[in-house]
């Protein structure tokens, strides 16, 4: 039983957050701008990119040696045709610059909301989480506080490999606002 | 009946010639260096990176006025942790700078070769090939030359979009190599 705690209570917030719970965690939700004091092992920034950087230069020290996920998706919302973090960084990279005691992590960006609610795509496909970061014991932390919750983890390797996980999360966006699929659906993993 | 001029032997240009065979165009096969005379309508590169860059530079004017499908990841192979085209850049791009005549589409690159063989990820889930290109026509042109090969195309956007669609394609061949997932699975799309 792990303490997880979720910045940002949209859609992605409560998908993952009621993840955390159905596995048998405690979750507690705070807005981006609240300043919690009593921070569990693991935290979630589930908020848009800009509030992700925030909460790290404004909680940097409350964040020393936990692990925080960054699930953000950093495009330019006004064109939806370009990422606004550095072409050869990622949003993952940028918030652990800010963060060097705390285990940065890139995770839930390729899954839309839906289906970590549904934990399915399709019929009857497995939602798999990827997962990078350059401490892999956080992966196997993370793996097991979401067994139970039907959610399957993979790991993505390291933090760097969140520039490919954001083109992938971008791109699933781009096709599903284009309607080539629904936000629904996605992309999903065959091992 | 279209006529496809395939650059590239290997398991990628067998499993791309051979399902536009079995829709029901010609194709007929040439190594990179050979001098194509009588080109197809659609000319697909399934070469490495290098050598894709290398056909556009001595082919330029064969390629005038053709669609020309660049499949490349553009990796370097000694790190497997990197791509070697210009971050905010793409294989496609670079190579759709020396041909300005021709019609450029990236895909086939996020398919690993033996799905597009077996054209099924797992038991029984589709196979859908995305393409990104600035003249969605060829989207369509392809699409048709595709049909009955029992692969899908998804319109992936412009051209631009090849710089995710590499990245993902890089990040698939990590997890392939790292043994998250085999190279007989990959990412599937569920619509």
Same mark, same amino acid.
Not at 95 to 99: G, M, S, T, V
Not at 135 to 139: R, T
Not at 147 to 154: A, C, N, T
């Given at each position: 039983m792990t303490k997880i705690t979720m910045f940002g209570k949209g859609n992605m917030g409560q998908a993952i957050g009621q993840s955390f719970e159905?596995?048998?965690n405690i979750v507690r939700y705070f807005a981006s701008k609240d300043l919690v004091d009593d921070i569990g092992d693991i935290v979630v920034l !589930? /908020?848009?990119y800009q509030a992700a950087l925030e909460i790290a230069k404004e909680q940097?020290?409350?964040l020393t040696a936990k692990i925080v996920i960054d699930i953000s998706n950093p495009l330019n919302?006004?064109?939806?045709?370009?990422?606004?973090?550095?072409?050869d960084s990622s949003a993952a990279q940028e918030?652990?610059?800010?963060?060097p005691d705390t285990t940065v992590v890139k995770g839930f960006n390729?899954?839309?909301a839906s289906t970590l609610s549904s934990k399915k795509l399709g019929t009857n496909h497995p939602v798999v989480v990827q997962l990078a970061t350059d401490?892999?014991? !956080? /992966?196997e932390v993370i793996r097991k506080a979401l067994?139970?919750?039907?959610?399957?983890?993979?790991n993505a390797g390291k933090l760097k490999r969140a520039r490919e996980l954001e083109a992938m999360g971008f791109l699933q966006m781009t096709l599903a606002a284009s309607e080539q699929i629904s936000w629904n659906g996605g992309f999903g993993i065959f091992q």
């Open positions: 159905q596995a048998g !589930a /908020v848009p940097r020290e409350r919302f006004e064109t939806f045709d370009e990422l606004v973090v550095p072409s918030i652990a610059a800010l963060l390729t899954n839309f401490d892999e014991k !956080a /992966v067994e139970g919750s039907g959610l399957q983890v993979i």
